[in-house]
């Protein structure tokens, strides 16, 4: 639903649309967190597969850190004041 001509609501931003869903605004610290523990599981994972002999643990590795910057990315956008 569009915001009225003059309303006080603030539109959220297309990054905000993309990162962070409506029911992630409750607990931000959670979600945040859980986002983090799912990166560094998937960086090890990565590593695994890297000492492993599989190439392509490497980027296994890269979207795991992705999943923490989005993570902390995330956490940033929710908990900035308006």
Do not use: D, H
């Not at 409506?22 to 695994?48: F, H, K, M, N, Q």
């Amino acid at each position: 639903m569009q915001a009225r001509y003059g309303s006080n609501a603030a539109a959220r931003s297309f990054v905000m649309k993309a990162l962070v869903r409506s029911w992630e605004y409750r607990r931000p610290r959670v979600w945040a967190r859980l986002r983090a523990v799912v990166g560094a599981v998937v960086i090890l994972l990565g590593a695994i597969l890297c000492g492993t002999g599989f190439w392509w643990g490497a980027l296994v590795i890269g979207l795991g850190a992705l999943a923490i910057v989005v993570a902390g990315l995330m956490f940033a956008l929710v908990t900035a004041p308006a």
